[in-house]
């Protein structure tokens, strides 16, 4: 089953890195937590593609809420700011 799950993944990544060429690719979630998952997909990724870095998220489950609050943090700023200057 991990296997499977690995390969799946690993041809997901690998078509992100055809068409972005990204360099790096960060798998985060129960996804990139699972550490048995990164060395099987690593292995299809490099079956399919040419030489990306997979690595798994440093920051876990609280990724997406962390950027969310920061884009919308940023977005509010832009916002208020933006409004001030508008009025001068």
């Given amino acids: 089953m991990v ?8 041809r997901l990544a690998a078509a992100v890195a055809a068409v972005l060429d990204p360099g790096l690719i960060v798998l ?3 996804t990139g937590a699972d550490p048995q998952l990164l ?3 690593r292995a299809e990724l490099a079956r399919l593609s040419w030489p990306t870095e997979v690595v798994s998220s440093v920051v ?3 990724g997406t809420v962390a950027g ?3 884009l919308a943090v940023a977005h509010g ?3 208020v700011t933006g409004a001030v200057r508008a009025k001068h």
């Fill in 3 to 10: 296997a499977s799950h690995a390969a799946d993944v690993g």
């Fill in 28 to 30: 985060g979630g129960g």
């Fill in 39 to 41: 060395p099987g997909v």
């Fill in 60 to 62: 876990g489950d609280t």
């Fill in 68 to 70: 969310a609050s920061r």
């Fill in 77 to 79: 700023i832009q916002t």
